[in-house]
């Protein structure tokens, strides 16, 4: 009767709230209790409307049980099976988080069977409306056997190192990699971000000397318009071509493209470092601006190579005086924000206590930027000068020297 859909609806929606509720208080059994009711009630449900209760049983059982059962993988696994029966619509899914789990405990062994398993599966229509789902397993399946070459491949060297031949390891090698090579490569020339998948995939060839197949799959991963803007892409292609001695005209392009997407990146310091290098001051110009965009960011404040880069630089262009309008196009647009940000009293505070270099390189930046008055400089020149180092003798020389050039930049 209608009444009772009512009811049924309204008793199922709450208890999956009680469900809810123990799992974000952490109460694993009362959740497993209430999971059981909800089970049962479904079982009783005689409404001819679709509920779609099994990836509700998946999800929330999986996580119940992952709590409750510390590592049972035997129950685990008796659990999964019922659910691959249940939820043929979300098989592959299902088939992959077990792997996953099985990983967790490692049982590499059964996990890769478990993926070998699910990639043979067929059932009907399914089997293409899960197409990426298998895709997916696929590659996983390829990462495992990548993973099994490595721990060949170092077996191995071990015996090439100690004279040693073994055919049967050097075989069993070989085997692992052309399985590997399959699926990694299938699945990396799908758009999407496969980092994972690429690194080792790199790996594979490298080892066996095709560097110019791992240039190309690295380019197209980076360059190719139809993957997503990924900065790592662009990391490991700078990478490879580091490892094996490209121009430095290359390692800037890729870098210079790395700075457009994460200013923030730690290998701006790599990048400010050769442009740095440059005969052409358009690419010294450009250095000034990587640095002072790095320091920007709230994880590079205390990084000391950073502060000494952009003190380097500052102070080379103060002595030569030439390019200000360097630093000052640069100070413009922080000049209202900068000196809260990093060269307060607190921080010159902090930063003398804690690491003297960094508050050395730091004082004298703000000493150029903002002039021998800075509350920041005036304490960490007296702590040094009070402490008796040459150093901060000199640095508070160079900047009451050089004033003139702070009201320059200052406009």
Known sequence: SHPHKLDFRKSKDMCLGYIQDALLQKQWKRAAEFLTFYIESLEKD?????????????????????????????????????MKTLGVKRYLKICLEHAFHLLCNGQIDEAYQSLSSAESWRFGEQTTAQDKELKLIQAYRG????????????????YDKDGFEDLSVEQEMHNSFRKAAVSLKEIIQIPGVWDQ???????????????????????????????????????????????????????????????????????????????????????????????????????????VKAWSCLAR??????????????????????????PAFHFSRYLAKQNWQENESLAYEKALVAGILLGKDCKYFKYVSRQGCKDQKKKFRMLKKFVNKHGPVYLRISG
């Not at 001819?48 to 049980?65: A, C, H």
């Not at 990462?143 to 071990?158: G, R």
């Not at 442009?275 to 052409?280: A, E, T, V």
């Not at 000052?328 to 922080?334: A, I, L, V």
């Open 313 to 338: 630089q500052v102070k080379q262009i103060i002595i030569s005086e030439k390019h200000l309008d360097w630093i000052k196009q640069e100070w413009n647009s922080r000049k209202d924000w900068w």
């Open 46 to 82: 005689f409404s001819t409307e679709y509920m779609g209760p099994s990836e509700i049983i998946w999800r929330l059982g999986t996580e119940i049980l992952c709590h409750c059962l510390h590592n049972d993988v035997k129950e685990f696994n008796s659990f999964i099976e019922q």
């Open 197 to 303: 998948f690429v690194q080792c995939y790199i790996d594979l060839l490298e080892f066996y000397g095709d560097h110019e197949e791992a240039r190309q799959v690295l380019n197209e991963y980076a360059y190719n318009s139809k993957f997503p803007a990924n900065p790592n892409a662009h990391v490991y292609l700078y990478q490879f071509l580091k490892r094996h001695g490209e121009p430095k005209k290359s390692l800037i392009s890729v870098l210079k493209i790395l700075h457009d997407i994460v200013p923030s990146h730690e290998l701006m310091i790599d990048f400010h470092a050769m442009l740095q290098k440059s005969k052409k001051r358009k690419k010294r110009r450009l250095g000034l601006e990587v640095i002072f965009a790095a320091l920007d960011y709230a994880g590079w404040k205390e990084n």
């Open 143 to 158: 990462l495992l056997d990548y993973y099994n070459w490595s721990k060949q491949k170092n077996v191995f060297l071990e």
